[in-house]
């Protein structure tokens, strides 16, 4: 239940103006990426191409393409509802549906569509996205209380189990440790190692200490100057950008020398 | 003998906010003022034709046997109106802000600002000569084969002027409020949670039930009940639009009457305790409007637990 990813020649634009130019990268099933860079380098706006989620915005749209496992997700005849079932996402601020309560939330993606679900199925499901998401003995006793009276670090697991409850074969986090605590931050971070098991995971990350921590291969996004496109500078083995960057730019950025 | 060095401030930061708050006090003490003068004045003279004997009471039967009939007609345009115009609403709303390409958006959002600067008495004049007169074959047309239901049943009015009509036209005064308040609220739904729905694979449908309906829905509520105040209240437009008469249940025969209508029509030639009785029924549709609001307050308080505030 997951599947590897493989981008050829892929241009991104807001319009008329490229965010990123000519990223090519292949993402290995079950594993770990993890995109580093900073700020407006295009690392989000390219994670959001891979499950369609980028063109959600007046005027966005790419060139080139994305394979998973060899399908085109900008193939004609694509709708992009198919590829956000198979490639799931979590955000960088929680965003569990208020007006739903903890098990609904966990449901939302799973009802979609009017599939039908019957309540031994649901509550069995329910059980095992928490259970995943590491969230069950903390709220197995208020499954009908709202999803937004938990805390930040809950309600992100929250979303996690939302995303894992429609079994995708990727699943997608932009930044999603970047509005909690440390100690909810080391929950999620532990929870990553767990999904790259079962699922294919990409992050987004400002914290190169947490690239280090969860990621097998990272890739470094860099930007030339303000109004210039994002391109992908470095992409290998997490330990090799850490410690062995084949480009200067890579080493300056991972070394704190700017960024 | 030290001086606590914090208690000296700065005098124009602080005249600044006395000022304010002055004022800000003075505008809410008025808004008091004025709405206890107005429940007092109704109050007052409205209690002569409360007390009255039921024989001097138009009618010749009370003051309650001769205001019913009128709530009644009152309620009855207005959730007219509503039925009407609500669905519409919320689709033309739901138009404009997630589905209509841009510009398209913007033009239509002006069209219906500028239906709610048209008057009342322009709709009413348009509802009396034009509508009624087109509509009347429908509702010939729904006595012949709907008659069997109550509010359908015949000889329908042949100048149309009923109090379905009457409802028509009142719907389309509300549509232009209740839309651009949705329009507003449906705008405003946090796009982390429409984002959300749409990574969890919504189509675009499901992603408005998930996320933007939801958000939405105590300002749908309150829009509604808006929309309600001004049905309720509309006089000229009623006025104009219906041939007035006793209660009935049809809506395609002349008679009804609302409130509103009855008063502006009365009031001109009215004295002595005709007048008591019009202000009495000032006062009950002064009444029902509250009570709405209130009833609109409470349905959207009743799930704050899940709004999202918290």
């Known amino acids: ?259 | 003998m030290t001086t606590n060095s914090l208690t000296t401030s700065q005098g124009a930061g602080r005249a600044g906010d006395k000022v304010f708050s002055g004022a800000a006090l003075a505008a809410g003490c008025l808004i008091l003022a004025v709405l206890f003068g107005v429940a007092l004045f109704l109050v007052v003279q409205a209690l002569p034709a409360l007390v009255a004997q039921p024989e001097q009471i138009q009618g010749g039967q009370g003051f309650f046997a001769y205001i019913w009939p009128i709530v009644i007609g009152t309620l009855i345009a207005a959730i007219i109106a509503l039925v009407i115009a609500t669905p519409i609403s919320i689709g033309v709303a739901l138009f404009i802000s997630h589905f209509a390409p841009r510009q398209l958006a913007s033009g239509l959002g002006y069209v219906i600002d500028l239906l709610a600067a048209i008057p009342s008495v322009v709709y009413g004049a348009w509802g009396a000569a034009f509508l009624a007169k087109e509509i009347s074959p429908a509702y010939g047309w729904l006595a012949n084969n709907l008659g069997w239901i109550p509010i359908f049943q015949g000889p329908a009015s042949a100048t149309g002027k009923t109090i379905l009509t009457a409802g028509i036209v009142l719907s389309v005064m509300v549509l232009p409020i209740i839309t651009s308040l949705s329009r507003e609220i449906f705008l405003q739904t946090p796009k982390l949670h429409e984002e959300a729905a749409l990574a969890l694979g919504a189509t675009r449908w499901e992603m408005i039930k998930m996320a933007v309906l939801p958000f939405a829905r105590p300002g749908i509520i309150s829009a509604v009940m808006l929309g309600l105040g001004r049905a309720l209240g509309e006089t000229m437009a009623v006025a104009l639009v219906l041939s007035s008469g006793v209660l009935t249940a049809s809506l395609i025969q002349s008679g009804n009457q609302t409130i509103a209508a009855e008063i502006a029509l009365n009031f001109p030639e009215a004295g002595g305790l005709k007048v008591n009785t019009l202000i009495a029924a000032g006062l009950v549709l002064f009444v029902i409007t509250l009570a709405v609001n209130m009833i609109a307050r409470w349905i959207i308080t009743r799930h704050k637990e899940f709004s999202g505030a918290n």
């Open chain 1, 1 to 259: 239940m997951s599947k590897r990813i493989d981008v050829k020649d892929l241009n991104v634009y807001y319009g008329n103006f490229l965010a990123v130019e000519g990223v090519n990268i292949n993402i290995e099933a079950k594993s770990v990426t993890a995109f580093i860079g900073p700020s407006g380098c295009g690392k989000s706006t390219f994670l959001r191409t891979l499950n369609r989620m980028h063109e959600v915005l007046p005027g966005a749209r790419v060139e080139g393409e994305v394979l998973l496992d060899g399908d085109n997700l900008y193939g004609p005849g694509v709708d992009p509802v198919t590829v956000r079932t198979q490639v799931g996402m979590v955000f960088q601020r929680p965003n569990p549906f208020p007006t739903m309560s903890i098990r609904d939330n966990v449901l939302a993606g799973v009802k979609l569509n009017n599939k039908k679900i019957s309540k031994g199925a649901a509550d069995a499901l329910v059980e095992r996205s928490l259970r995943g998401a590491n969230l069950w003995n903390e709220v197995k006793d208020r499954l009908e209380k709202p999803g937004s009276g938990l805390s930040g670090g809950q309600q992100q697991r929250l979303c996690i189990a939302r995303a894992i409850a429609v079994e995708p074969q990727v699943i997608l986090m932009d930044e999603p440790c970047s509005a909690l605590d440390p100690i909810s931050t080391l929950a999620i971070e532990d929870l990553i190692n767990e999904l790259k098991d079962q699922y294919t995971v990409v992050i987004v990350t400002h914290n190169m200490q947490q690239a280090a921590r969860v990621s097998d291969k990272t890739a470094f996004f860099n930007i030339a100057g303000t109004g210039k496109p994002g391109k992908l500078i470095e992409f290998g083995d997490t330990h090799t950008i850490f410690s062995n960057p084949s480009v200067k730019a890579t080493e300056d950025y991972v070394s704190g020398r700017f960024g």
